[in-house]
């Protein structure tokens, strides 16, 4: 079954352009042209992937990336922009997008990146055991992480997390007791491409904190290696 990718992009020639170099590698591409249309479609859960520029008439790219990290499905999306400065793709970042490209780019790198993202997707499914019946819980404390559901229950109550807070926390819980570099987490959970982006991690982590843990500064948790990273607390893991 190939691959659905919806491309959000206002300018017809580059979208028309990203939908014929991705259906020559066999996947099945959407094209929308404008904010409203490309939110109305992400939300039908019917895609794999997004390629989502950020300036669109009607509604920007941003609000769109936002709103589709507080649904319950997770989509990948691959944000475009002609901004080069840095804040832009910081800011795409914070609002869960998983990677970007710059315009202008090139066809090639276009492809490489929707690869990767597909295949750094299905390897973190693999990785945190979605298709694993026997492992779809793990309890820790009073926090209960649902890998299948993409939930987490702290103390009998729902913890609403984005998609990247849920995938980092998922990451390091299947690995109790592992210490991570802010670089190991942000290649695990982002894609290499992201390198240099470590305090997006750090930001991620602080958030997390502010949801699961009774003090953030005395985390029981998600805690802190002085020095080296980040790990997940061991303790009544099953």
Same mark, same amino acid.
Not at 1 to 19: F, G, R, S, W, Y
Not at 213 to 223: C, Q, R
């Given at each position: 079954?190939?691959?659905?990718?919806?491309?959000?992009?206002?300018?017809?020639?580059?979208?028309?352009?990203?939908?014929?170099?991705?259906?020559?590698?066999?996947?099945?591409?959407?094209?929308?042209?404008?904010?409203?249309?490309?939110?109305?479609?992400?939300?039908?859960?019917?895609?794999?992937?997004?390629?989502?520029?950020?300036?669109?008439?009607?509604?920007?790219?941003?609000?769109?990336?936002?709103?589709?990290?507080?649904?319950?499905?997770?989509?990948?999306?691959?944000?475009?922009?002609?901004?080069?400065?840095?804040?832009?793709?910081?800011?795409?970042?914070?609002?869960?997008?998983?990677?970007?490209?710059?315009?202008?780019?090139?066809?090639?790198?276009?492809?490489?990146?929707?690869?990767?993202?597909?295949?750094?997707?299905?390897? #973190?499914? &693999?990785?945190?055991?979605? $298709?694993? /019946?026997?492992?779809?819980?793990?309890?820790?404390?009073?926090? !209960?992480?649902? +890998?299948?559901?993409?939930?987490?229950?702290?103390?009998?109550?729902?913890?609403?997390?984005?998609?990247?807070?849920?995938?980092?926390?998922?990451?390091?819980?299947?690995?109790?007791?592992?210490?991570?570099?802010?670089?190991?987490?942000?290649?695990?959970?982002?894609?290499?491409?992201?390198?240099?982006?470590?305090?997006?991690?750090?930001?991620?982590?602080?958030? #997390?904190? &502010?949801?699961?843990?009774? $003090?953030? /500064?005395?985390?029981?948790?998600?805690?802190?290696?002085?020095? !080296?990273?980040? +790990?997940?607390?061991?303790?009544?893991?099953?």
């Amino acid at each position: 079954m190939h691959e659905k990718i919806l491309v959000v992009e206002d300018q017809q020639d580059i979208n028309e352009l990203i939908a014929l170099n991705l259906e020559s590698l066999d996947y099945q591409v959407t094209r929308c042209l404008t904010g409203n249309e490309g939110l109305d479609k992400a939300m039908s859960n019917e895609f794999d992937l997004m390629i989502l520029d950020i300036m669109l008439p009607e509604i920007d790219g941003l609000k769109i990336c936002q709103l589709v990290r507080g649904s319950h499905s997770y989509l990948p999306i691959l944000m475009l922009t002609a901004k080069k400065s840095e804040i832009d793709r910081v800011v795409g970042l914070e609002m869960g997008a998983d990677d970007y490209l710059t315009k202008p780019f090139s066809v090639r790198e276009l492809q490489a990146r929707v690869k990767a993202l597909l295949r750094r997707v299905a390897f #973190l499914n &693999a990785e945190t055991g979605l $298709d694993t /019946a026997k492992t779809d819980n793990i309890c820790v404390g009073d926090v !209960v992480i649902n +890998k299948g559901k993409r939930t987490v229950i702290l103390s009998g109550n729902d913890v609403k997390l984005t998609a990247k807070e849920f995938d980092l926390l998922l990451y390091m819980a299947n690995h109790p007791g592992q210490v991570f570099s802010r670089e190991q987490l942000l290649n695990a959970v982002w894609g290499y491409h992201h390198s240099g982006y470590e305090h997006t991690v750090n930001s991620h982590i602080n958030r #997390l904190r &502010a949801k699961l843990e009774a $003090d953030s /500064a005395n985390p029981e948790y998600v805690l802190t290696v002085w020095g !080296v990273g980040y +790990k997940f607390s061991e303790r009544a893991t099953h």
